[in-house]
């Protein structure tokens, strides 16, 4: 139980704290789910972040608008899916990164 409420803390964590609880879970808890479930987080803020500001930049030339869409959507919709799947407690990787880490 206390890893299922874990798993929706740091999904959840995107609208409050997204670098510093998937960090703080890091560090802090042993299990190595939760652990590889912290860094995808992590990794996954950060590079939705970046294409995110990049999608904004290139929105003056009209080409980052669908783009800018598509990532602020993602954003949002795939930790409500990490936290629908950490209910359910069948497993959770994040797109584009969740191969990244084993």
């Given at each position: 139980?206390a890893?299922?409420?874990?798993?929706?803390?740091?999904?959840?964590?995107?609208?409050?704290?997204?670098?510093?609880?998937?960090?703080?879970?890091?560090?802090?808890?042993?299990?190595?789910?939760?652990?590889?479930?912290s860094?995808?987080?992590?990794?996954?803020?950060?590079?939705?972040?970046?294409?995110?500001?990049?999608?904004?930049?290139?929105?003056?030339?009209?080409?980052?608008?669908?783009?800018?869409?598509?990532?602020?959507?993602?954003?949002?919709?795939?930790?409500?899916?990490?936290?629908?799947?950490?209910?359910?407690?069948?497993?959770?990787?994040?797109?584009?990164v969740?191969?990244?880490?084993?």
């Amino acid at each position: 139980m206390a890893t299922k409420g874990l798993k929706i803390l740091i999904h959840a964590s995107t609208w409050f704290a997204p670098v510093l609880v998937p960090i703080i879970v890091y560090l802090v808890v042993s299990d190595r789910e939760v652990k590889s479930l912290s860094l995808q987080a992590l990794v996954f803020h950060l590079v939705m972040g970046v294409l995110i500001g990049l999608s904004w930049v290139f929105s003056w030339v009209l080409i980052g608008i669908p783009f800018l869409i598509v990532f602020s959507i993602m954003a949002v919709v795939v930790p409500v899916l990490g936290i629908i799947r950490a209910l359910q407690e069948r497993p959770f990787r994040y797109p584009i990164v969740g191969s990244w880490f084993s």
